[in-house]
């Protein structure tokens, strides 16, 4: 369990709730809870799919973090899109895939635009 656990906070989950033997995750708008698994063997293979998918605001530096722990990682990929985006496995098995999006820049629409000939005044309201 706290392998689980130090995987996720180093890719920026925090910790909302804890108490003996389980751990509550907030990784930016998804809720994680951690638990053990006793019924599940260690060494039981975990199919390829599906995976636990997670955004983070700099893949690259998760995945250097990671590679630092001596976490296996697969290359970062930039699938269309994304700013990137690598594999792993998570201490219980687990494949988690962390993307990094692109940031949404929105600006609100003007109420209104005027366009007017050039050299001639703008229109002016009727009383």
């Given at each position: 369990?706290?392998r689980?656990l130090?995987f996720?906070?180093?890719?920026?989950?925090?910790?909302?709730?804890?108490?003996?033997g389980?751990?509550l995750?907030?990784?930016?708008?998804?809720?994680?809870?951690?638990?053990p698994?006793?019924?599940?063997?260690?060494?039981t293979?975990?199919p390829?799919?599906?995976a636990?998918r997670?955004t983070h605001?700099?893949?690259?530096?998760?995945?250097r973090?990671?590679?630092?722990?001596?976490?296996?990682?697969?290359?970062?990929?930039?699938?269309?899109g994304?700013l990137?985006?690598?594999?792993?496995?998570?201490?219980?098995?687990?494949?988690?895939?962390?993307t990094?999006?692109?940031?949404v820049?929105?600006?609100?629409p003007?109420?209104f635009?005027?366009?007017?000939?050039p050299?001639?005044?703008?229109p002016?309201?009727a009383a």
């Open positions: 369990m706290a689980a130090d996720y906070l180093d890719l920026d989950c925090e910790v909302r709730e804890a108490a003996d389980w751990a995750l907030s990784c930016g708008s998804v809720s994680l809870l951690l638990i698994a006793p019924c599940i063997r260690q060494h293979a975990v390829a799919t599906p636990v997670l605001p700099d893949a690259r530096t998760a995945r973090r990671l590679l630092a722990r001596g976490v296996a990682v697969s290359p970062l990929i930039r699938p269309a994304t990137g985006e690598f594999e792993t496995i998570d201490p219980d098995r687990h494949r988690v895939v962390i990094q999006q692109p940031a820049i929105t600006q609100p003007p109420s635009v005027l366009v007017t000939a050299g001639r005044p703008p002016t309201a």
